[in-house]
């Protein structure tokens, strides 16, 4: 299929221009509300029985549980991200954001490209919402077009309640005049670019707020250090020049699994130097 039918077999899930525009694209609908909440409270139950460290599981759950494994193989993302990135994917990523009731945790105007080290910007972030996001439980906060602006001068801080590694925030003042409020209902997901600033603010709720951010990226993207990375082949071709395919979870948490998180984590310390 052409890139002229692909957009236009789009429309029935998502605006295009819209897209291309703003440098987002939301509500789209990719679960139920109850799969959703279901999986949301899966989750919860295996945090709580599990000895394994909760950072791990929030940094890796693609890898780690094959419901959200599930999520980001949904055919309504794909076609969306296929057509915007092309049809060669992996997934570099899929991390679990979770602030709790009531807490301080909050993530500072950034954009996701910042530090990553790729040689292009062929990347999508999806965001999933597994319990609902809205402005009282801390929703992602985007700036209209900002994406136009290239990559932007940030600052480190390792804030004690960002939730970002570095703390990262952007070093010139954001006209927050300008930003739109992500609000989503389970199951429901926003699409966003690379370079588009973003934020989101405090829980002031009585209730978790679970998002799924899953990172999307062209196997035709490099990066600069050398080094592959460990990744979920999507659909195209593989590049197996800049990563590594791994397997599907087949249950949760498996040892199985687990060393391949060791080894994925492993290259990233080597890359950016993180505690993770």
């Known amino acids: 299929m052409n890139l002229f039918l692909k957009k236009l077999n789009l429309i029935k899930y998502m605006n295009f221009i819209d897209y291309e525009n703003n440098g987002f694209y939301f509500p789209l609908k990719v679960i139920s509300e109850n799969e959703s909440l279901n999986i949301c409270n899966q989750l919860e139950n ?15 759950p693609n890898y780690l549980i094959p419901d959200i494994y599930n999520i980001t193989i949904s055919k309504i993302i794909i076609n969306c991200v296929e057509t915007l990135i092309g049809e060669n994917i992996y997934v570099l990523e899929a991390v679990l954001f979770v602030k709790e009731p009531y807490t301080d945790d909050f993530i500072s105007w950034h954009q996701d490209l910042t530090y990553w080290g790729f040689d292009s910007d062929c990347v999508v972030t999806a965001w999933v919402s597994l319990n609902g996001s809205n402005q009282e439980n801390g929703c992602m906060r985007f700036i209209i077009g900002s994406q136009n602006e290239g990559i932007v001068d940030h600052k480190e801080t390792y804030e004690k309640n960002n939730m970002l590694s570095r703390g990262q925030v952007i070093k010139d003042k954001i006209d927050e005049s300008k930003s739109i409020i992500v609000k989503l209902n389970p199951g429901e997901m926003s699409l966003h670019h690379g370079k588009l600033f973003h934020s989101s603010e405090r829980n002031k709720s009585k209730n978790k707020r679970v998002g799924l951010a899953i990172r999307y990226i062209s196997s035709d993207m490099k990066h600069q250090s050398g080094h592959k990375f460990y990744s979920h082949h999507i659909s195209g071709k593989k590049n197996t020049d800049n990563f590594i395919s791994t397997p599907p979870p087949k249950k949760n948490i498996s040892i199985v699994d687990l060393k391949i998180v060791d080894l994925k984590e492993n290259i990233m310390k080597r890359i950016y130097n993180k505690n993770i």
């Open 46 to 60: 295996l945090v709580n029985k599990s000895d394994i460290d909760i950072n791990k599981i929030y940094s890796n």
